[in-house]
């Protein structure tokens, strides 16, 4: 089995930040695994925010809205992928989902989602 455990989402005002963290138990896919963070808005479709891409999961791929305000970044040791999310504004609200891309097998693992709420 594999498990995706999301944290650090919340209720913040505008302008403020969060740090959510994904950390990957069960069967060890983390190293093979391109980790990512997608969303979903209400009445929205999920969308990509931040992934690491590419064959060998050296590139980071961040969606427009989150260049220049949104950090991707992974911790092998901790099998953990973290999204620091800064400026951030009321359209951020969403529920947001880490997700494990294991790309040689077409298989996708999700977390379960953590609501993100930016609000004055």
């Known amino acids: 089995q594999v498990e995706l455990v999301e944290s650090g989402g919340g209720l913040v005002h505008p302008g403020g930040s969060l740090r959510l963290s994904c950390t990957v138990s069960g069967r060890d896919i983390f190293s093979d695994a391109n980790m990512g963070w997608y969303r979903e808005a209400p009445r929205k479709p999920r969308e990509m925010v931040a992934r690491?891409?590419?064959?060998?999961?050296?590139?980071?791929d961040y969606a427009d809205s989150a260049k220049g305000r949104f950090t991707l970044s992974s911790d092998k040791e901790k099998k953990a992928v973290y999204l620091q999310m800064n400026s951030l504004q009321p359209e951020d609200t969403a529920v947001y989902y880490c997700n494990a891309d294991l790309r040689q097998s077409y298989t996708r693992y999700w977390g379960q989602g953590i609501q993100v709420t930016v609000s004055s």
């Open positions: 690491f891409a590419g064959g060998l999961g050296d590139r980071i």
